[in-house]
């Protein structure tokens, strides 16, 4: 682990932006490697940065969401997760606002269990992964039109099934999922 300390960084000889969006940006770049070599075409996409919440209501249940991924052309059990909006004054405000938004569940105590990424060689955005406990239904879904998803309360063993059963397809939620029963005892 000596060599940890060494970044090691790319050198950007030219970039270009070729698709920009709100929530895609597409760069073409030419690297310079440090041993000298060169990569002609390299693509990062940008992205703002993502929220999870692992909530949890008074009761132990876990509130999860399931909505249809085009991806994989499947339904799927996730967490409660969305983008990291501009008026978001943090990490914690924006996956707040999620899950009243997606769940009408808000309350209780938050702490932040990780910060992960989906794919550190061409994204720029991380994602912030919350634990919320003791968490209340206290309004009414406010989805938008895009959105359709349906919200269920699972107990910690429908939970853990989900997950030794490979089911929880998005990574950015398997991995604080994972972390969250192994710190808590509950595998």
């Known amino acids: 682990m000596e060599n940890d300390k060494e970044e090691?960084?790319?050198?950007?000889?030219?970039?270009?932006?070729?698709?920009?969006?709100?929530?895609?940006?597409?760069r073409r770049e030419r690297i310079?490697?440090?041993?000298?070599?060169e990569i002609p075409e390299y693509y990062v996409l940008e992205y703002p940065d993502w929220v999870n919440t692992i909530a949890r209501t008074c009761t132990g249940e876990f509130v999860f969401v399931r909505?249809?991924?085009?991806?994989?052309d499947r339904t799927c059990f996730e967490l409660c997760a969305g983008v990291r909006d501009p008026q978001d004054a943090t990490p914690e405000a924006a996956a707040r606002r999620e899950l009243l938004e997606e769940t009408g569940f808000g309350g209780g105590q938050w702490s932040e269990l990780m910060v992960v990424s989906a794919n550190p060689s061409t994204q720029t955005n991380l994602t912030?992964?919350?634990?919320?406990t003791d968490?209340?239904?206290?309004s009414e879904q406010h989805l938008e039109s895009t959105e359709d998803l349906t919200v269920h309360l699972l107990t910690p063993?429908?939970?853990?099934?989900?997950?030794?059963?490979?089911?929880?397809k998005q990574a950015l939620h398997a991995a604080p999922l994972w972390r969250y029963f192994a710190e808590n005892r509950l595998l």
């Open 135 to 138: 968490v209340e239904r206290i």
């Open 32 to 37: 310079g490697l440090p041993g000298g070599s």
């Open 157 to 168: 063993e429908q939970v853990r099934d989900l997950l030794l059963g490979d089911r929880i």
């Open 128 to 132: 912030h992964c919350f634990v919320a």
């Open 8 to 26: 090691r960084k790319w050198k950007v000889l030219r970039s270009e932006y070729l698709f920009r969006r709100p929530w895609l940006t597409v």
């Open 67 to 72: 909505q249809y991924r085009r991806g994989l």
